[in-house]
Structure formats: C-alpha cells, structure tokens
Nanobody
Framework: VQLQASGGGLVQAGGSLRLSCVAS????????MGWYRQAPGKELELVAT???????NYAVSVKGRFTISRDNAKNTVWLQMNSLEPEDTAVYYC?????????????????WGSGTQVTVSS
C-alpha cells in the first residue's frame, strides 16, 4: 500500500496551491482521509479531514481558505489552498485510514504519505 502526495511548491502570499494524495495497492476500503502539516520547530497539526460521506473538519487557522475533497472511486484526496499566508509554510502530509489485505489477511490502520513541502513567501 502506498500514498503518493504531490502539488507542493513555492508560492507568494495570497496565491493558491492544490495538493493531491492517491492511495494505491491492496486496498479493501477507505475510511477517513486528511491532511496534516508540520512547520519548522513546531508539532504536527491537523489541517483538514473528510469522511467517506463527505463531512469535513478544518483547523480554525485554515477555515474559509482551504477546501478538502475526495473521490472515493479514485482513492484520492485533495486540499485546495487559497489565500495562502507565510504561516502556512510547512511540510504537508496526507493520512488515510483504510483496510488493506496482504497474504490473505486483512488489517486496518492509518497510513501516511511522505510529505510535500509548501513554502509561502511574503
């Protein structure tokens, strides 16, 4: 099972970026999906989450600027980031809670992508 995140980069304040994360491999089902971030010298923090039914949750600092969405058929979650601020600079990680199978056995757990760097210049 693999999570491939992409879409990070360098952008000026006020700009936009769209992150994507695709889950692949021996997946039986996907539950919650989300994005987290870690800025230099700071702890990992939740950015946004989305349930299979589309219910969303956002950190207060990004509400109204970021939008999380998903395509259940494509095992993909996106994070549209608008009105970016220098404080949004961080490594962004996707997280997916899912059931997988290996050697005939199923298991459930949370999987993390490798992270994508987002840098917002002032």
């Amino acid at each position: 099972v693999q999570l491939q995140a992409s879409g990070g980069g360098l952008v000026q304040a006020g700009g936009s970026l769209r992150l994507s994360c695709v889950a692949s491999g021996s997946i039986l089902s996907i539950d919650g999906m989300g994005w987290y971030r870690q800025a230099p010298g700071k702890e990992l923090e939740l950015v946004a989450t989305i349930t299979p039914g589309g219910s969303t949750n956002y950190a207060v600092s990004v509400k109204g600027r970021f939008t999380i969405s998903r395509d259940n058929a494509k095992n993909t979650v996106w994070l549209q980031m608008n009105s970016l601020e220098p404080e949004d600079t961080a490594v962004y990680y996707c997280r997916v809670d899912m059931s997988t199978t290996s050697a005939g056995k199923s298991s459930y757990g949370d999987y993390w992508g490798s992270g994508t760097q987002v840098t917002v210049s002032s």
